[in-house]
């Protein structure tokens, strides 16, 4: 019995030993090889779909509405017939003024031969200079009402031309205020129709004043800065465009100043008083280093990423970071291009920690995974072997 002890002793307590010593098992991670590429600096705002040209159509004379030309939705050119009122008074009142036009014009040529004849006699002596100097005064009455009725033409034409309304731009017809057979007056509130310009159109927004130093350089040099205009989940990218212009004060209100976009909208995307989101791309960061914003760390070494050494362990490098897009992050120093930094898995990583590879951002998403298995599969074979011969000593012991 005591030789059993002994031997059991010896042997039965070393497999509880190694199981308690056992180091802790590598963390999985996913890497992502450090890149060079070009970086964007975009500014992201708010705005607010705005028609460059917005017209009421109304008329300029009174009278019956006899043809509507325009279906509604139309898109039109400008010049194009809307609609007719009723053209007859004008006609006459056009034929009217004429008729007075030609009686003056006579009036004026019997004073004009009058006027001729009291000169003769005037420089004979035959006539007294009153008279002709009344006659003088007589032609030149006669000239002044016939330039007025001129004038009274060329308004009657006028308003014989209003009878037909055009279209004074290039857009899209709205629904239709009026119908025909209506009696419409220059005094009408609501007017025929609304036409709005579609193609092109405009964004309105708004950025920090921040900003407008920057903005106002890159278009004094000649720069063209690109404009995007997604959906309001920022997510689907509608139309692009070119920032047109900003304002000319600051809102003292909100700090912050107005900005013009245009954009082709040939495809109809935008319109009016639609609610958008613009990125303005501002300038670009031409072959840099840059990473992904996952594996970017914050804490007491600042801000750090978890570099992947050769013997699959990991060290902490205190990285400056540059302007962000999106997702990609440029670094400015404490990384180069090949390096491999975690970027999923370094919740619980410290400083010199066993990894193992998951795949690699970018990868075969099955290969790291496969492997990872294998390797765990293999220690749980491992576990039960242990497990198993610490159960079976103290038997053999207990038999001895």
Do not use: C
């Not at 036409?195 to 921040?210: A, C, H, N, R, Y």
């Amino acid at each position: 019995m005591v030789a059993g002890v002994v031997w059991w002793t010896r042997h039965g307590a070393a497999p509880q030993q190694g199981g308690g010593g056992r180091a802790a098992a590598p963390m999985s991670i996913v890497p992502e090889t450090v890149s060079k590429g070009d970086i964007g600096i975009n500014l992201n705002a708010l705005g607010t779909v705005t028609s460059l040209a917005t017209v009421t159509i109304r008329t300029q004379i009174s009278g019956y509405l006899i043809r509507v030309v325009f279906k509604e939705g139309d898109e039109v050119k400008k010049g194009d017939l809307l609609a007719e009122i009723d053209s007859r008074p004008y006609e006459a009142a056009l034929a009217q003024q004429r008729g007075q036009l030609a009686r003056d014009e006579a009036l004026l040529k019997g004073a004009q031969v009058d006027l001729a004849r009291y000169q003769g006699l005037a420089a004979q002596n035959a006539v007294p200079h009153q008279t002709l100097d009344t006659q003088i005064a007589l032609v030149s009455q006669d000239q002044g009402t016939v330039e007025a009725d001129r004038a009274m033409v060329k308004a009657a034409e006028v308003n014989l031309n209003y009878t037909r309304i055009l279209s004074p731009l290039d857009g899209r017809v709205g629904l239709r205020l009026v119908d025909q057979g209506n009696y419409v007056t220059p005094g009408d509130a609501n007017g025929l129709v609304v036409i709005t310009q579609i193609k092109p159109i405009s964004v309105l927004f708004t950025v920090p004043e921040d900003n407008l130093q920057a903005i106002s350089k890159r278009l004094q040099a000649g720069a063209v800065l690109p404009a995007t205009a997604f959906d309001r989940s920022g997510i689907s990218k509608i139309a692009d465009g070119t920032l047109q212009t900003f304002d000319s004060q600051i809102d003292p209100t909100t700090g912050t100043i107005k900005l013009r976009a245009t954009f082709p909208n040939d495809t109809e995307a935008l319109f009016p008083n639609q609610f958008v989101n613009i990125r303005l791309l501002l300038d670009t960061h031409k072959d840099v280093t840059t990473m992904s914003t996952a594996g970017i760390q914050r804490g007491t070494p600042g801000t750090f990423v978890y570099l992947v050494n050769a013997d699959n362990t990991v060290s902490v490098r205190p990285v400056k970071l540059g302007v962000t897009d999106g997702d990609r992050v440029e670094v400015l120093s404490g990384l180069a291009p090949g390096d491999r930094v975690v970027i999923d898995g370094a919740d619980k990583l410290r400083d010199g920690a066993k990894i193992n590879l998951r795949a690699e951002a970018g990868a075969s998403p099955g290969t790291g995974a496969t492997k990872a298995a294998g390797q765990n599969n293999g220690q749980e074979k491992q576990d039960k072997a242990g497990g198993g011969g610490k159960k079976r000593r103290p038997d053999d012991g207990s038999k001895q």
